[in-house]
């Protein structure tokens, strides 16, 4: 079974940074497509990030220029790194694998307070 497990979500203030990390098992290789969704409290998911098996990116438009996304193929591990954050970004993020996707993680919460 495919597992992913996120972390690095917590508390942080407005204009600070954090990062996420999302660990993949069972199998599964970060080396194929991978992505980061994102739900407010009260809201749909989001798509905010992607990153393809050929390493072309995907941001959605709130986050451009202020999120990145990457991989460590050795630790098997997706990341976000997330800066100049705002309250908008207050949100559950789940870690994707696969174009469907097809696999999704338990989430980590970001809460950031202005």
């Known amino acids: 079974q495919v597992q992913l497990v996120e972390s690095g979500g917590g508390l942080v203030q407005a204009g600070g940074s954090l990062r996420l990390s999302c660990a993949a098992s069972?199998?599964?290789?970060?080396?194929?497509?991978m992505g980061w969704y994102r739900q407010p409290p009260g809201k749909g998911r989001e798509l905010v990030a992607a990153l393809s098996s050929g390493a072309s990116t995907y941001y959605a438009d709130s986050v451009k220029g202020r999120f990145t996304i990457s991989r460590d193929n050795a630790k098997n591990t997706l990341y976000l790194q997330m800066n100049s954050l705002k309250a908008d970004d207050t949100a559950m993020y789940y870690c994707v694998a696969g174009r469907g996707p097809d696999f999704w993680g338990q989430g980590t919460q970001v809460t950031v307070s202005s």
């Open positions: 069972g199998g599964f290789s970060v080396v194929n497509a």
